[in-house]
């Protein structure tokens, strides 16, 4: 069953309810109006009756009767004796000489006090006062005051009617309207659910939902549910395009390979140059391959290995390295602090060597590149800063990203000098994924024209 039934079951049960019972309450209000009034008319007529009456002796009771009047209200009076001998009566009553009310004749009325009674005969419904007269231990009769209620069973039963009709009006409509307000409430909730099922079923996942302007409960849930697609959509998209750089990157040393072979083949000599291109191109792909595995480790989250490593001792071992396929340009150290971190050797190494190794590749001969570790508030600080062309502005947000390079449009061996190629644009990557495993982070500040500054922090290792 579905919610909007549900709610429109659950309004209509509870209206019913309360409507039953505001109904109730005035049939039963109307009621002892009344009651409250004949009863005050029969009190009235009775005090009437005696106010001109002696009541020593039955045969002194009078009726006091202009009878039309007391017709005209529905009223009859009558003076039994203790036997039920009808001894007076009113005009209205000419003709019967029955008690009105017989039942009240056996009753024991010790306490001579007058009893209304309800009495029906046939079609007439009367509400009847019987007073004793006399004194109490001598009933010498009664005064019978009966009066004619059929207008107000009338009037009863024409206030039921409405009263029941009323309800069920109210619990149509009410059901109605429930109906509809519920499905008012719930048609934002619909809108998510066909958009998300027109999502899944066209697999677009650059549509989003509407999302309603006022900001409740649906709101949020359109809201969060794009934020969800947005996500996805970003991934998704960033898969793509990881797919397509890996086969693109794949495919070109695959091709240069080719080709050598191809040239080898026909001219039946295998030459130096090109087995040396083909081994350039595997040894690339290689690199490649092991960066991939790297990230694919990276995004499996593989836990690095954690170990005390002397930072310093591995900056010299990258300075040395690097320093003797740097070329004209000239690599040297600044501070160079003793810290400890904790973490995996190789990996801090391979941080290192990205970072240097591109400022070897982007800076021109004759620049140089300054490397420093500095202890600063419980952190290792390690920065490379290059006098290279620097970095626009418009990349430097993106230069982390797997695969992205400011050079695209140049070929990989015009982008580095030194006679250097870049590489595919996993370095960043890669060096900004070994400093946040180790708990630390990477930033880098560039000035076109004046050379870059690439800071890593890593949590020092305190003794
Ligand atoms: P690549 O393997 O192409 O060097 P990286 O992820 O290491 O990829 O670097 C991304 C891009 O950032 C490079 O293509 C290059 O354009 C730019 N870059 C990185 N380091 C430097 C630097 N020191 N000077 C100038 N540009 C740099």
């Known amino acids: 069953m579905s919610i909007r039934v549900r709610l429109t079951l659950w309004y209509t049960l509870v209206?019913?309810?309360?409507?039953?019972?505001?109904?109730?309450?005035?049939?039963?209000?109307?009621?002892?109006?009344?009651?409250?009034?004949?009863?005050r008319k029969l009190n009235e007529t009775a005090a009437l009756?005696?106010?001109?009456?002696?009541?020593?002796?039955?045969?002194?009771?009078?009726?006091?009767?202009?009878?039309?009047?007391?017709?005209?209200?529905?009223?009859?009076?009558?003076?039994?004796?203790?036997?039920?001998?009808?001894?007076?009566?009113?005009?209205?009553?000419?003709?019967?000489d029955k008690p009105i009310n017989p039942a009240v004749l056996s009753l024991d009325l010790a306490?001579?006090?007058?009893?209304?009674?309800?009495?029906?005969?046939?079609?007439?419904?009367?509400?009847?006062?019987?007073?004793?007269?006399?004194?109490?231990?001598?009933?010498?009769?009664?005064?019978?005051?009966?009066?004619?209620?059929?207008?107000?069973?009338?009037s009863l039963s024409q206030l039921t009617r409405l009263l029941l009709?009323?309800?069920?009006?109210?619990?149509?409509?009410?059901?109605?309207?429930?109906?509809?307000?519920?499905?008012?409430?719930?048609?934002?909730?619909?809108d998510v659910t066909n958009t998300a099922r027109a999502i899944s079923e066209a697999g677009d996942l650059s549509r989003r939902i509407p999302v309603p302007r006022a900001r409740d409960e649906v709101?949020?849930?359109?809201?969060?549910f794009n934020g969800m697609l947005a996500r996805l959509e970003a991934l998704f998209k960033a898969q793509q395009r990881f797919t397509a750089d890996i086969s693109h990157e794949l495919r070109t040393p695959l091709t240069t390979i080719r080709g050598n072979l191809d040239l080898i083949r026909r001219m039946r000599v295998a030459d130096d140059a090109s087995l040396d291109a083909a081994q350039g191109e595997i040894e690339?792909?290689?690199?490649?391959?092991?960066?991939?595995?790297?990230?694919?480790?990276?995004?499996?989250?593989?836990?690095?290995?954690?170990?005390?490593?002397?930072?310093?001792?591995?900056?010299?071992?990258?300075?040395?390295?690097?320093?003797?396929?740097?070329?004209?340009?000239?690599?040297?150290?600044?501070?160079?602090d003793a810290i400890a971190v904790m973490g995996d050797a190789d990996r801090l190494k391979q941080l290192m060597i990205n970072l240097v190794g591109n400022a070897v590749r982007y800076t021109p001969a004759g620049g140089s590149i300054t490397l420093n570790l500095k202890r600063r508030d419980g952190w290792a600080v390690f920065s490379v800063s290059d006098t290279g062309p620097g970095i626009p502005p418009e990349h430097l947000p993106h230069i982390f990203e797997r695969f992205y390079r400011v050079e695209k449009s140049r070929s990989r061996q015009?982008?580095?000098?030194?006679?250097?190629?870049?590489?595919?644009?996993?370095?960043?990557?890669?060096?900004?994924?070994?400093?946040?495993?180790?708990?630390?982070?990477?930033?880098?500040?560039s000035e076109v024209g004046k050379g870059t500054v690439f800071t890593v922090y890593l949590p020092e290792l305190r003794q």
């Not at 009756?49 to 002696?54: A, E, I, L, R």
């Not at 009078?62 to 009047?69: F, H, N, S, Y």
């Not at 709101?219 to 969060?224: E, F, K, N």
């Not at 690339?284 to 930072?311: E, F, H, W, Y």
């Open 15 to 39: 209206l019913s309810v309360i409507l039953a019972a505001i109904g109730f309450a005035i049939y039963n209000v109307f009621v002892a109006v009344i009651g409250e009034n004949v009863d």
């Open 49 to 96: 009756v005696f106010s001109v009456s002696t009541v020593s002796r039955l045969g002194e009771v009078r009726i006091p009767v202009a009878a039309d009047v007391f017709r005209s209200a529905g009223l009859y009076l009558q003076v039994i004796d203790p036997l039920g001998r009808v001894v007076g009566m009113s005009d209205s009553l000419r003709g019967y």
């Open 111 to 154: 306490d001579f006090r007058p009893v209304r009674h309800d009495v029906r005969e046939g079609d007439v419904h009367l509400r009847v006062l019987t007073v004793p007269i006399g004194s109490p231990g001598q009933i010498i009769g009664y005064l019978q005051i009966g009066v004619q209620m059929d207008s107000y069973d009338e």
């Open 165 to 190: 009709a009323g309800w069920v009006a109210g619990v149509l409509l009410g059901g109605v309207g429930g109906a509809f307000l519920a499905r008012q409430a719930l048609r934002p909730i619909d």
């Open 219 to 224: 709101g949020r849930l359109a809201t969060t």
């Open 284 to 336: 690339r792909m290689t690199r490649l391959v092991g960066d991939l595995l790297l990230l694919a480790q990276a995004d499996a989250g593989l836990p690095i290995r954690r170990a005390p490593v002397a930072l310093d001792a591995v900056m010299v071992e990258v300075f040395e390295q690097m320093r003797a396929i740097a070329g004209g340009v000239n690599v040297g150290v600044g501070a160079e």
């Open 414 to 445: 015009e982008a580095g000098v030194n006679g250097a190629s870049s590489g595919a644009g996993l370095g960043l990557s890669i060096a900004q994924w070994i400093a946040q495993s180790h708990g630390g982070r990477i930033e880098a500040q």
